[in-house]
């Protein structure tokens, strides 16, 4: 079946950097577009970046455009998501999410498998 797990979160200072990975299996990944949502303590889901399947393309929200970039390994099936310059308000659990085509999309429900998380806090 479909998994995908998300690792790389933590705690980090403002102006800091982190590294999400999504470990991806039981389908093709190499076909399917992939994207990264948030979701912050108390507030809705937020798509943040999304990349086609051969990587030639990639989306940025404006919250996260110029700190944050997209990018992926198809021979290892796993989406990462670099991210610098972290402010206080990256603060939230992230998502990465299977595309249910090669098209990427800020709608979640152009999206049909999604993983458990992992958290990002940013403080000092």
């Known amino acids: 079946q479909v998994q995908l797990v998300e690792s790389g979160g933590g705690l980090a200072q403002p102006g800091g950097s982190l590294r999400l990975s999504c470990a991806a299996s039981?389908?093709?990944?190499?076909?399917?577009?992939m994207s990264w949502a948030r979701q912050a303590p108390g507030k809705g889901l937020e798509w943040v970046s999304g990349?086609?399947?051969?990587?030639?393309?990639?989306y940025y929200a404006d919250s996260v455009k110029g700190r944050f970039t997209i990018s992926r390994d198809n021979a290892k099936n796993t989406l990462y998501l670099q991210m610098n310059s972290l402010k206080p308000e990256d603060t939230a659990l992230y998502y990465c999410?299977?595309?249910?085509?090669?098209?990427?999309?800020?709608?979640?429900?152009?999206?049909?498998?999604w993983g458990q998380g992992t958290q990002v806090t940013v403080s000092s």
């Open positions: 039981g389908f093709t990944f190499s076909t399917y577009a």
């Open positions: 999410a299977k595309a249910q085509g090669d098209v990427v999309t800020a709608n979640p429900y152009e999206y049909d498998y």
């Open positions: 990349i086609y399947s051969d990587g030639s393309d990639t």
